[in-house]
């Protein structure tokens, strides 16, 4: 098995075989971002494969100084950002200190991972993706802003809201026992 360096620079020269390993050390884990930013399995897919085709393209681009993983995390997410912005609906802003505490009213601690990511996949889409940047990605709100072209209050408004819509998922789920919610 060639090394992380060996792929590189196996990878900049545009070897197949280096390609096909790099995709292959990196895809499951690259899988499961995409997923946090999509409604679908089939979508999911889409990002991935752009999203290599980019690390592919830009992979001379590539500089030591941070790991290759968060590099191609980065690419991957900023793909999804892309493929998810004509779908982004942004709710009214609201006052964030009138809005629930959120999820910490409701015990999570039992539930599985998996579970509580098909609960934000339920999520509007621009819930849903400021939701995965701020509590699962650790963006701050001001970079979100960034990313978005959104203001800051408008990130921290779309946060508190999907932890509100969440909170409410999981009130249901738990009303309802261990049946999925719709």
Request: proline fraction near 2%.
């Amino acid at each position: 098995m060639p090394t992380t360096i060996e792929l590189i620079k196996g990878c900049q020269k545009g070897d197949r075989k280096s390609q096909y390993q790099l995709y292959q050390q990196f895809a499951s884990g690259m899988m499961a971002v995409a997923m946090r930013y999509s409604k679908s399995t089939q979508e999911s897919e889409d990002i991935l494969q752009e999203g290599f085709i980019k690390v592919f393209q830009n992979i001379k681009n590539f500089r030591q100084d941070s790991s290759l993983g968060y590099w191609i995390k980065r690419i991957i997410i900023n793909t999804a950002l892309n493929h998810q912005r004509n779908k982004l609906y942004l709710y009214p802003m609201v006052d964030v200190d009138e809005l629930k505490d959120g999820l910490s009213s409701v015990s999570v601690e039992n539930m599985a991972v998996d579970d509580l990511m098909d609960l934000v996949q339920k999520l509007p889409t621009g819930c849903q993706v400021i939701f995965n940047l701020y509590a699962v990605e650790g963006y701050q709100h001001k970079e979100i802003a960034k990313m978005l072209s959104i203001s800051e209050g408008t990130s921290k408004s779309q946060y508190s809201r999907a932890r509100n819509l969440l909170m409410d998922l999981l009130e249901k789920q738990s009303k309802w026992g261990n049946e999925r919610v719709r």
